[in-house]
């Protein structure tokens, strides 16, 4: 599959349809999309509250590492206790805590063998801790906990009859899970799926339910490669569930789960959509919480990147109602990823191009197009584009009476080679579908792109150093602001009633009489 950041490719040649346009789409996506990885934090270090460590804050009380390490192998439960706790604390205090020292230390495997002290309860806790703060430093770090067989122990601890020893388990797990794809499906196999999801309750406290979600989070991230099918249909109905609670953070955890499934592929979309989630997140566009309104724009977003029914699912919610809002939202990161949706409504059907004109959207996009920040810009640009390659000769004049012309070619200016190859793709398809048939509309496309100076640009353009650019600008010029037919009437020989007389002055000398 090529670049997931590329959109270039599925607009480079004229006249693409609809089907084509979107059987792209779904290989492809915005750099919006593909970038932004940490709304949620995949992992946290467990910090405590200032009074706790105290009395590791001055450096003149802070015990040796040395003395730490033997200590916390001592047979003396106080002594073993007081030595985990003061290993928690020097990962727990400090802005760069010595992970890596302590790991060279050789305590892991130390702290690892206090897990299984179901004896002691606080030992239990302070290991816990201490490996969950190690767990969240680098790959490496984190593996090294792994290496050390922890991921068991931890599972096992989510059984415990202390609480706090559990939500530390989970908190830790939630680390070793957010460090990628290869830790989250190795504690997946090693079952962690069914024991996290029960502590999901009325009982459970506040605290622990947010970092059982952020672990389930953590469970739906990362897609290359996804999460196992078979895992994320466990899940569903649990953050189904979720969905509907009414702390912000729960909320806004859970769907930014659902828009890491749905952008994991066409097959997770429709796990989704089957778990009848989807009209819920349609409602949380219009959700008072702007985090909330932004994962929620982001789900639906990546489920119309999907095929024209699972699009036709979102539009039956009656999504682009809240779209109006969206568009002139004061957020221009709200702004951005609505015009993103739209730009993937507009590269579909006809029939949703349609809904996208009769919902009054279109002079929403074009003025964004026309004034926005360059990165809705660019989005904007992409939905014109879109309907120009999927919509119907109607509707592609429908946007050209709405004023699209100008601010389109503008963006011909922009130092962003593929945004430009984008605009001359839409402005030949504009071209092309109106001038097929120029008896049936007042339209002078031509005319239009010239007085806005478009013409100068996209003739400037032929000189551009991509090739991709140059040529079709080149090829924009030759088809449709070249007249194939026009001559050149200082060297046309005149037609009169005796045919074509051409004057003998320019005859060197001869007289030639036809």
Same mark, same amino acid.
């Given at each position: 599959m090529a670049d997931p950041k590329d959109r270039s490719s599925y607009f480079k040649n004229k006249g693409k349809d609809g089907a084509t346009s979107r059987q792209q789409r779904t290989q492809t996506s915005v750099e919006l999309r593909k970038n932004k990885r940490d709304e949620t934090l995949n992992k946290r270090r467990n910090v405590p509250i200032p009074e706790d460590i105290d009395d590791i804050d001055e450096a003149g009380d802070r015990p040796q590492l040395s003395d730490i390490v033997c200590n916390a192998a001592s047979s003396d439960p106080t002594i073993q206790l007081a030595a985990v706790q003061s290993a928690r604390k020097l990962l727990s205090s400090d802005r760069n805590p010595p992970i890596d020292e302590l790991i060279e230390?050789?305590?892991?495997?130390?702290?690892?063998?206090?897990?299984?002290? +179901?004896?002691?309860? !606080?030992?239990?806790?302070?290991?816990?801790?201490?490996?969950?703060?190690?767990?969240?430093?680098?790959?490496? %770090?984190? #593996?090294?906990?792994?290496?050390?067989?922890?991921?068991?122990?931890?599972? #096992?601890?989510?059984? /415990?009859?202390?609480?706090?020893?559990?939500?530390?388990?989970?908190?830790?797990?939630?680390?070793?899970?957010?460090?990628?794809?290869?830790?989250? +499906?190795?504690?997946?196999?090693l079952g962690v799926v069914d024991p996290l999801l029960k502590f999901i309750s009325d009982e459970i406290p506040m605290t622990f339910l947010r970092n059982v979600t952020w672990v389930i989070?953590?469970?739906?991230?990362?897609?290359?490669?996804?999460?196992? !099918?078979?895992t994320v249909q466990r899940l569903l109905p649990a953050l189904c569930v979720l969905i509907n609670h009414s702390d912000t953070n729960i909320l806004v955890d859970t769907v930014w789960a659902l828009s890491y499934l749905t952008d994991a592929g066409n097959h997770y979309i429709q796990l989704v959509i089957d778990s009848q989630v989807v009209p819920k997140l349609v409602e949380l566009? &219009?959700?008072?919480?702007?985090?909330? %309104?932004?994962?929620?724009? #982001?789900?639906?977003?990546?489920?119309?990147?999907?095929?024209?029914?699972?699009? %036709?699912?979102?539009?039956?919610?009656?999504?682009?109602?809240?779209?109006? &809002?969206?568009?002139?939202?004061?957020?221009?990161?709200?702004?951005? =990823?609505?015009?993103?949706?739209? /730009?993937?409504?507009?590269?579909? !059907?006809?029939?949703?191009?349609?809904?996208?004109?009769?919902?009054?959207?279109?002079?929403?996009?074009i003025q964004h197009l026309l004034k926005s920040d360059f990165q809705t810009q660019k989005e904007a640009a992409w939905a014109i584009s879109n309907l120009a390659? /999927?919509?119907?000769?109607?509707?592609?004049?429908?946007?050209?009476?709405?004023?699209?012309?100008?601010?389109?070619?503008?963006?011909?200016s922009v130092k962003d080679t593929q945004i430009v190859q984008v605009v001359l793709d839409g402005l030949n398809n504009?071209? #092309?579908?109106?001038? +097929?048939?120029?008896?049936?509309?007042?339209?002078?496309?031509?005319?239009?792109? =010239?007085?806005?100076?478009?013409? +100068?640009k996209i003739e400037a353009l032929q000189g551009h150093e991509n090739q991709d650019i140059y040529r079709m600008a080149f090829s924009i010029i030759d088809t449709y602001f070249s007249p194939e037919d026009e001559e050149d009437t200082a060297i046309a020989p005149e037609q009169g009633d005796a045919g074509f007389q051409f004057d003998p002055g320019q005859n060197s000398g001869q007289n030639f009489n036809f």
């Open positions: 230390s050789g305590i892991l495997p130390i702290l690892v063998q206090c897990l299984d002290r +179901d004896d002691n309860a !606080s030992l239990q806790f302070e290991a816990a801790w201490a490996l969950t703060n190690i767990a969240s430093g680098t790959s490496e %770090q984190t #593996r090294a906990v792994v290496e050390c067989g922890a991921v068991v122990l931890f599972l #096992r601890l989510l059984s /415990s009859p202390h609480q706090n020893v559990c939500e530390q388990a989970v908190w830790a797990l939630g680390n070793i899970i957010g460090d990628g794809p290869q830790c989250r +499906d190795y504690v997946i196999q989070v953590n469970l739906c991230r990362n897609k290359e490669p996804p999460p196992p !099918s078979d566009l &219009a959700s008072p919480e702007v985090k909330v %309104q932004t994962a929620a724009l #982001r789900a639906v977003g990546n489920i119309v990147t999907g095929t024209d029914e699972q699009t %036709q699912h979102v539009l039956n919610c009656r999504a682009l109602v809240h779209f109006p &809002a969206l568009l002139q939202h004061h957020k221009e990161k709200i702004n951005k =990823e609505a015009v993103w949706f739209l /730009s993937n409504i507009t590269a579909g !059907s006809r029939d949703q191009v349609q809904l996208v004109i009769d919902a009054g959207l279109i002079p929403y996009v390659i /999927s919509g119907s000769k109607e509707q592609v004049e429908y946007i050209v009476m709405q004023g699209v012309i100008p601010p389109f070619c503008n963006m011909l504009i071209l #092309r579908l109106i001038s +097929d048939a120029p008896e049936e509309t007042t339209l002078d496309i031509g005319a239009l792109i =010239e007085e806005c100076g478009g013409l +100068d």
